[in-house]
Each structure stands twice: as structure tokens, then as C-alpha cells.
């Protein structure tokens, strides 16, 4: 049966389910020669989900699109939204959530933390987590990757850039995964007991840093705060929440995913182990082939919109698909073929315009060093289920999945 919505036909294919997360890129080829502004449900409400390459572009940089709802509808009109209890609001005061100015203001407070420089100066740490994992997955003479390595390379990297301790770890990766996983007005009600938790435990995370200053990204916010008008205490909550968030739900995709995608090519696999100087554009090949963040997060038209031929009705819900302009054939050659030393490769995987990922640098360096430690520790690693039975993440931002059980040889 046709689901309509005001009289629009709905696409019926449910974007969130493990089979599409699964291999979404057949379908998005067929949207974007098809209906390249497809109506799909998402979050309970009807939602736009834009597949062309160049509109995607236009859709994270146009300022008709806006991030916070309240920009896209008038007055005392209220917009669409799931409800949330007001104590853990401060989830939502993030720069990925505003429109300038604020957007600006929160950006450039964490923004020199970021730059390639200073990450560059994890490098060793890094390296040495990576090999640590493997120590302890070859003691063991068994592994998850996901959650042995791909996991936990990112998750410590941001919590140590945040001081949040050894023991707070999982619990705090189950609530942000539960919130990561909300596609639907259900969810989000079920979601609630984590956000709950989530805000309680950054408080709790503030007051220890409050009390007692570290040199870490947690004090510096806190000073930013102290320093007057700059970020508030809801400020701060919400930004410790991103960046954890963003920090490693997403990285860990694009290490497992990439992974899965060099298992099932050997021949590329192996030019990733014996030609270190390729690293650099073989991340890039992986970022767009295998497209970790499939959809960027949700933007609303400010105004009626006219796209491809489609008008997007003022203040409704907009996703840019990003994995679709990844493979869009207009602008990428044979873009189903993974070619680790593509050229010119302008993927949208970071996203672009002012929302462009801040932590380009740092998942472009722990995934790097991911693969080179793993391939070259355990050159004959291997899937031990065969992939038909990966579980895909049912999710509606990120693509991934929750377990890769593998084998090796110690030679
Ligand atoms: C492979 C790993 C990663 C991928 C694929 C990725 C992807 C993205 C994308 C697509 C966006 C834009 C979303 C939008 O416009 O709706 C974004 C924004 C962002 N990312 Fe990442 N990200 C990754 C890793 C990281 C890491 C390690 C951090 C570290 C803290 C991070 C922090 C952020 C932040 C703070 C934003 C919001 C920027 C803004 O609103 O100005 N990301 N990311």
C-alpha cells in the first residue's frame, strides 16, 4: 500500500532498516535518475532526502536550509518536533544544531583544538593504543573488531582529549549510541532514560573539572564560560556531548566499514599493506565508497524551495544524502569501483560549508594509523562470518555495523 502524506506518495523503502543501511547505493542510483528529491518517512513526519550530487552541495550551503527549526517557521507557529523533557535540552545547544551567529561563536571556541597541527601531535599515542588492541586481541586469540579496535581507537582518543575517566567509558558509549539510533518519535521516548543519564553524567564531568582544573578540552571550555558572555553552562553541556558523540560514533564506521570494504578487495588490500605512500588516498576512496555518515543531519527550508523539480515546502524536514553524491556518476568515475588512488576525489563525507566536520583531521589520522597497525599485525585477517550475516545498524545518520567477528594467524 502507497503511504501518502498531504497527498504526496511517500517512498516506501524504509531508509532507517538494516537491509538498506546494508547496500543503500542501487537504490540511491534509481532516486537520483528517478526522483532525485524523494519524499521518504523519517522521525515519524515526512522528510525530503535530496540524492544529486550538486544539490547536496546546495543543501548543506544554501542559507535557505537552516539547522534550527525555530529559523523556518514564522512567529508563533510552532514546528514539527519530538518532545524532550527540559533537563536534557542542553543536548540540542550545539554548533551542529545552530545557525549563525551562534554557530560561529561555539565553533570557534573548540576550533584551534582541532586544527591539523595539534592532532598531528597524537600520533603517537595513537599508535600506541593501536598496538595495544592488538596485543591484547592476539592474547586473547580472538577478536571483535568493532569491538576490540575499530571502537575503542576513537572513544579513548576524545576521552582523553576530555578527561573523561577509564571507568565512565561504556556507559557512556551506550547512551550515546541509544541516542545516535533515534529514527523514530518512539525511540525518542525510550531514548529519554539515556539522555537522562548522558546530561547527568556531563554535569557531573563539569563540577570535577570545575574543581579541579585540567590541560584538557573540558577545562578549556569551562574557561571559555568563566570568561563572561562566551558559552553558557547549558553551552558547554551540549558541546561535551557532540564532541564525544561525533568524536567516535563515526569514526568507528568508517575503520569498520573499511575494513570490510578491503577484506572483500585483496588486491587493494594489499597495496594498503605494502605502498604506505597510498594511505592518504585510500582513506579518501574509503570515506566516499564506503560513506560512514550516509546522511548528513536533518536541515529545514526556510522557504519554499524549488529543487530538481520538486518544490520542498517551507519549514519541512531536508536530508542531504551524502552517500548518494558519493557515488553519483556525474561526478565521480565508476563510482561502485573502490580505486584507493582516485584522483581528484571531492567527496561530501566530511559534509560541507560552515557544518563541514571539525574533526576531519583527527578521523583521517586515527583511521590511518587503524589500518596501517591492523594490516600490518595480522596480514592475514579474515571475516569469520561470511557477510551476509554483518549486522547493519539500523540508524538514519550513520552507516555501520555492530560487530565484525574475525580470525587470524599470528605467523
Ligand atoms: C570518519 C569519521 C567522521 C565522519 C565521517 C564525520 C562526518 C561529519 C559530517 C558529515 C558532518 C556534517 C554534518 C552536517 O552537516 O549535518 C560532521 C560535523 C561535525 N563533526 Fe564529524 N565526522 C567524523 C569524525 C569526527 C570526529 C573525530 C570529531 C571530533 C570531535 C567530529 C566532530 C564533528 C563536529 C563537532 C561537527 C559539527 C561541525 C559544525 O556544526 O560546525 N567528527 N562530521
Not at 301 to 322: H, Q
Not at 353 to 378: D, K, N
Amino acid at each position: 500500500m502507497t503511504r501518502t502524506y498531504k497527498n504526496i506518495a511517500l517512498e516506501q523503502v524504509n531508509i532507517t532498516s538494516p537491509s538498506f543501511r546494508a547496500n543503500p547505493f542501487p537504490i540511491f542510483k534509481d532516486w537520483r535518475h528517478n526522483r532525485p528529491v524523494v519524499p521518504v518517512k523519517a522521525f515519524g513526519q515526512r522528510a525530503w532526502l535530496v540524492t544529486r550530487y550538486d544539490d547536496v552541495l546546495t543543501t548543506l550551503t544554501d542559507e535557505r536550509f537552516v539547522k534550527n527549526r525555530r529559523n523556518a517557521t514564522d512567529g508563533n507557529k510552532k514546528p514539527p518536533q519530538m518532545w524532550l523533557p527540559g533537563f536534557v535540552r542542553p543536548l540540542e545547544r550545539n554548533m551542529l544544531d545552530s545557525d549563525n551567529p551562534d554557530h560561529d561563536r561555539l565553533r570557534s571556541l573548540v576550533h584551534q583544538a582541532f586544527t591539523p597541527r595539534l592532532i598531528a601531535q597524537l600520533e603517537n599515542r595513537i599508535h600506541c593504543l593501536a598496538h595495544e588492541l592488538i596485543d591484547k586481541a592476539i592474547a586473547k586469540g580472538e577478536m571483535d573488531l568493532i569491538r576490540d579496535f575499530a571502537l575503542p581507537i576513537p572513544m579513548v582518543v576524545i576521552s582523553e582529549m576530555l578527561g573523561v575517566a577509564e571507568g565512565d567509558r561504556d556507559a557512556f558509549h551506550r547512551w550515546s549510541s541509544v541516542m545516535v539510533s533515534v529514527t523514530k518519535p518512539m525511540d525518542g521516548i525510550f531514548a529519554i532514560p539515556s539522555l537522562y543519564k548522558l546530561v547527568k553524567f556531563l554535569r557531573r564531568l563539569l563540577g570535577e573539572h570545575r574543581l579541579k582544573p585540567q590541560d584538557n578540552l573540558t577545562s578549556a571550555l569551562l574557561q571559555a564560560e568563566e570568561e563572561g558572555s562566551k558559552l553558557s553552562e547549558d553551552e558547554v553541556v551540549g558541546m561535551a556531548a557532540l564532541l564525544l558523540t561525533a568524536g567516535h560514533e563515526t569514526t568507528v564506521n568508517l575503520i569498520g566499514n573499511g575494513v570490510l570494504a578491503l577484506l572483500a578487495h585483496p588486491a587493494e588490500l594489499e597495496r594498503v599493506r605494502t605502498e604506505p605512500e597510498l594511505m592518504k588516498s585510500a582513506i579518501e576512496e574509503l570515506m566516499r565508497y564506503t560513506s560512514p555518515v550516509l546522511l548528513a543531519t536533518e536541515r529545514y527550508a526556510r522557504e519554499d524551495i524549488m529543487m530538481a523539480g520538486t518544490t520542498i515546502p517551507k519549514s519541512e524536514l531536508v536530508f542531504a544524502a551524502l552517500g548518494s553524491a558519493n557515488h553519483d556518476e556525474s561526478k565521480f568515475e565508476n563510482p561502485e569501483s573502490l580505486i584507493l588512488d582516485r584522483q581528484n576525489n571531492k567527496h561530501v563525507g566530511f559534509g560541507s560549508g560552515m557544518h563541514y566536520c571539525l574533526g576531519a583531521p583527527l578521523a583521517r589520522l586515527e583511521s590511518s594509523i587503524a589500518f596501517q597497525v591492523l594490516f600490518e599485525r595480522l596480514p592475514n585477517l579474515k571475516l569469520a562470518i561470511s557477510p551476509e550475516n554483518l549486522h547493519w545498524n539500523s540508524s538514519l545518520i550513520m552507516r555501520g555495523v555492530s560487530s565484525i567477528p574475525v580470525k587470524f594467524v599470528v605467523l
